[in-house]
């Protein structure tokens, strides 16, 4: 869900067209009634960043204590209403989510983010859908390393999806490291945070820069700033 009733019934509706957080607001209490720890993963648009702080005090009033930030991506439905929707502006968006990092632990909130997913385990490859070490069955029935690439039309579908159920050939179609591409990622070459962005989603970063091994802004701009702020509350936690 989209946090906010206002965001929410407007980026996710029915097939009515009606607004939906009415009814998520009800699934999270009866889930969280129930006993069970809810994650709350957000997709961000521009006009949702100026208010984190009021989103946080919505969602752990409905009990949520882990909410997942990731800022919107320019493909799927987001390209069907791209005059209605914009992508956050990257260096605003991670600047407004550090400012609210700290507040949201006063509340017993944690926030995660997929730019800083691997800070605990750096890598050359940004996730188990990139490593094939992971595969899911999506709604048309086929197996995909990417819960973002679900059906064969997908632009990257070589790379994801088990075809004619050849295992060996979709485990040939690994990636690279395209972090350490410089010819396609200049500024790459003496960046600090560097497996730890590990270069980003290929499949957003394809959305982003029509190449899946050119890195997106997005993955670049916000990995940088919130890692910055993870290591400076590492610091001070470990210097207490
Ligand atoms: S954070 Fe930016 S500069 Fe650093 S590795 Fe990632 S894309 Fe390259």
Redesign the pocket.
């Given at each position: 869900m989209d946090g906010l009733p206002k965001f929410q019934d407007k980026q996710r509706v029915t097939a009515n067209d009606k607004g939906t957080s009415s009814i998520v607001e009800k699934t999270i209490n009866n889930l969280v009634e129930n006993g069970i720890n809810v994650i709350v993963r957000m997709t961000i648009t521009q006009e949702m960043i100026k208010e984190f702080k009021e989103t946080i005090d919505y969602l752990s009033n409905l009990g949520i204590k882990i909410i997942h930030f990731e800022p919107m991506t320019m493909g799927g439905r987001a390209k069907e209403n791209e005059g209605s929707l914009s992508r956050p502006n990257p260096e605003e968006y991670a600047n407004k989510l550090v400012e609210v990092i700290d507040y949201a632990k006063e509340k017993g909130v944690s926030i995660i983010s997929s730019t800083v997913m691997n800070a605990l385990s750096p890598s050359y490859m940004f996730c188990d859908g990139v490593g094939k070490n992971k595969l899911a069955v999506t709604y048309e029935g086929v197996f995909s390393s990417c819960l973002g690439v679900q059906n064969k039309e997908h632009p990257l579908a070589d790379k994801f999806i088990v075809k004619d159920r050849d295992i060996k050939k979709w485990m040939e179609a690994k990636f690279g490291s395209y972090?350490d591409d410089y010819s396609k990622?200049n500024?790459?070459k003496n960046?600090f945070?560097?497996y730890i962005?590990a270069?980003g989603c290929p499949s957003r970063n394809f959305y982003a820069t029509e190449d899946f091994e050119k890195?997106d802004d997005m993955?670049?701009i916000p990995?940088?700033i919130i890692l910055k702020k993870y290591i400076t509350n590492l610091y001070k936690q470990s210097a207490s």
């Open positions: 972090v990622n500024k790459c960046c945070a560097k962005c270069g890195i993955q670049c990995t940088k």
